[in-house]
């Protein structure tokens, strides 16, 4: 298909990055604004989110420790997006004017950093491959609690058998057109085409965590896995 | 598999981590999920016959019960490792991970 628009991998969603500098902010700007509330739900859901914690273990173990400092920014963004990860400056976005609640950020830090674990582990050619970019989004819409039951109903989206499958396939096709200019005919085909070996791709979880307690189960099989390997 | 070491073999979990694994499993709450994702109920019995096995193991130290416990796990391994995966894996993590941010980041992706 003609692209007459040029590419600009959905750079357009954080404008603060566009600027191309990563600017310090002043010490009220710290205390009292949006950017403050994001890094303290941030700090709460990597100490306490069950997800998060999981798969900052698992990036620590695969050569990618994970720095709050470094590897997270606060920004404004546009529209309605939540965060986002930008494989050039190895950064875990999240948008502070967009996340106001701790339940919402445990979920976008855990989505995003199902990204930041796909991009260390794998080969992931997030600007030219489109299949892989599709991949890593299936995953992150199925294993993040992104389409869990209570949040599709409270995005009037009421289905029940097998719906979690139709939200991850809807989600990530979503995902794909907020940040490439493709048409959907074509997302839908490539989101297809990948669909069943990353919709069962559940690393690091080793299952699809649909709750907490899922979550906490997962983690404790990671912590547990070299006794477990050692005696298959 | 070299089976000098008989003595240091233990069971891959926990054996109260199976009993664990089989209430969740039996539990509203994950029948739920298991219908809202696979539009089927999840088989639970297998966790159940796995603690058996595992407290077997426990007491007598049976070669019958180890290798039944080995042969469901190594199934549930098998089962997670059904697919062909869409990327290559790295043997190294990416080079630019640990990098610092470059305070004047030219304007490219």
Not at chain 1, 33 to 51: D, G, I, R
Not at chain 1, 71 to 97: K, M, P, R, W
Not at chain 2, 6 to 29: A, G, I, M, Q
């Amino acid at each position: 298909m003609d692209q007459t628009k040029e590419e600009d991998f959905g750079y357009d969603l954080f404008p603060e990055r566009r600027k191309g500098k990563y600017k310090k902010g002043s010490i009220a700007e710290s205390l009292f604004t949006f950017n403050h509330k994001c890094q303290v739900m941030l700090q709460f859901a990597m100490e306490t989110s069950p997800y998060a914690k999981l798969l900052l273990s698992a990036m620590k173990s695969s050569g990618c420790k994970v720095w709050k400092d470094r590897h997270f920014s606060c920004e404004d963004c546009d529209g309605t997006v939540s965060g986002g990860f930008d494989a050039a400056s190895s950064q875990i976005v999240l948008c502070q004017n967009n996340i106001h609640q701790q339940s919402h950020m445990n979920r976008v830090v855990t989505h995003e950093l199902i990204h930041a674990f796909d991009h260390c582990r794998a080969d992931v050619d997030w600007f030219n491959n489109f299949r892989h970019l599709a991949c890593s989004e299936i995953r992150a819409a199925n294993l993040s609690g992104d389409c869990s039951f209570s949040n599709e109903v409270s995005r009037f989206n009421f289905g029940l058998k097998q719906h979690h499958q139709e939200c991850v396939r809807s989600r990530a096709i979503r995902s794909i057109l907020a940040v490439r200019k493709i048409n959907r005919e074509e997302a839908e085909k490539i989101v297809d085409e990948v669909f069943e070996p990353c919709f069962n791709d559940h690393t690091p979880f080793g299952r699809i965590p649909h709750s907490k307690k899922d979550a906490k189960f997962a983690y404790r099989d990671y912590e547990n896995r070299d006794r477990y390997y050692a005696n298959l | 598999m070299d089976q000098s070491n008989k003595t240091t073999w233990r069971p891959p979990r926990v054996c109260d981590n199976y009993w664990s694994e089989f209430k969740h499993c039996k539990s509203l709450s994950n029948r739920f999920h298991h219908y809202y994702t696979y539009g089927t109920t999840p088989s639970c019995q297998q966790w159940k016959e796995d603690y058996y096995n595992c407290r077997e193991w426990e007491k007598h130290k049976g070669t019958e019960a180890k290798e039944e416990l080995q042969k469901s796990e190594r199934n549930r391994v098998a089962e997670q490792s059904k697919f062909t995966p869409v990327w290559k894996l790295r043997q190294d993590p990416p080079r630019d991970w640990h990098l610092p941010l470059n305070q004047d980041k030219p304007q490219d992706s």
